[in-house]
């Protein structure tokens, strides 16, 4: 008789390294899927990008699309979608480590080779986590909201981005030597794309009489480095954790005597209750305060994802600014 295994009992497995029950009879998540070498990614930007600097030769999956990686739990399929890959990129820095160790930990073939895209930027390429971020002591179940040291919302920066685009040029060269130069050639012209796009953002921003906004959470550093806005203040600390009475009114107030303006949200949240509160008083005192939406690009739905994803989303995030920012 066939065992029935749920789901909570396979994961447990996989945590432990036990080959899972199943797992030698599921169907490979990469048949059909075309080209080598076979890339693994943990999230929506980062199959963006490899697949512009890898072009339609190199084969890509992705583990997050709608659930984002700050809630993402790897699962059975996962396992075999790592045992059958040649490359892994994940973001690292507190982002994605959480199942991303489970899951290398539990390769028992240890046959991929895995790169934190993030870990390799040079620490002048990092932001800081924010203080509150990093030392938060409110009492809330949030393990896998504590980044560390760095903010790793790296992707949200061009400088970043073209950076990482240069290490996974040179994993795939090392994976599939007979395209090394193309590779390369292909992370050059999306880091010039980069450029563009930053030189784009601050040229459009620069005639605006407001460059500061307060964020919905701590993900927003990297975008307001490139495009040289002001992060004033987060909503949200750690992600899903509204904020108390106590800290509203802290928002509430520097948005008066500082003359903040504008409240992004995400397309995820577009009205939080605390965004909304924030917003409803402000009229109240007159203020003609606004929001707008900024996407971190966390998730995707998955017929979305293609190679031209992330630089499509990263200029809608920038018109928003742009028809928002007074």
């Known amino acids: 008789m066939k065992l029935a295994i749920n789901r909570r009992v396979m994961l447990g497995f996989a945590a432990a390294g ?16 075309g080209g080598s070498p076979k890339v693994l990614v943990t999230f929506p930007p980062l ?42 990129f994940s973001v690292g820095l507190g982002l994605d480590d959480h199942f991303v160790d489970k899951m290398l930990a539990a390769d028992s073939g240890k046959t991929v ?9 040079v620490p002048q390429n990092l932001c800081l986590a924010s203080p509150e971020e990093e030392h938060d002591h409110s009492g809330h179940d949030h393990d896998h909201h504590h980044h560390g040291e760095h903010d790793p919302h790296v992707w949200l ?13 040179r994993y795939l060269g090392e994976q599939d030597p007979a395209n090394r130069d193309r590779y390369h050639a292909n992370a050059k ?23 500061r906004l307060i964020s919905f959470h701590p993900s927003l550093a990297y975008l307001a480095d490139t495009f040289a806005l002001q992060i004033a203040d987060t909503i949200q600390i750690n992600p899903g954790a509204e904020p108390d009475g106590k800290r509203l009114a802290k928002l509430i107030a520097k948005c008066v005597e500082e003359k903040i303006r ?40 998955p017929s979305e994802l293609a190679a031209g994803w992330f630089e499509k989303k990263m200029q809608e995030n920038l018109k928003a600014l742009v028809e928002t920012l007074p």
């Open 18 to 33: 036990i080959c899972m029950p199943g797992c030698s009879s599921m169907e490979d998540p990469w048949k059909g899927v």
């Open 47 to 88: 199959y963006s990008m490899v697949k512009q600097v890898g072009g339609d030769g190199v084969a890509v999956l992705c583990l997050c699309t709608t659930t984002g990686p700050h809630h993402y739990s790897y699962n059975a399929r996962d396992a075999i979608l790592l045992r059958n890959a040649d490359l892994f």
């Open 113 to 121: 080779r895995h790169a934190a895209l993030g870990k390799l930027l």
């Open 157 to 169: 920066g061009t400088r970043q981005c073209k950076a990482m685009a240069v290490d996974i040029a």
């Open 189 to 211: 012209a999306f880091g010039e794309r980069m450029d563009a796009l930053k030189k784009q953002g601050r040229d459009q921003l620069a005639a605006k009489k407001e460059n």
């Open 262 to 301: 504008v409240l992004a949200v995400e397309p995820q949240y577009p009205t939080t209750t605390a965004s909304k509160l924030i917003l409803e008083e402000l009229k109240r005192k007159g203020i003609d305060a606004k929001m707008v939406e900024i996407d971190p690009l966390e998730t995707a739905e």
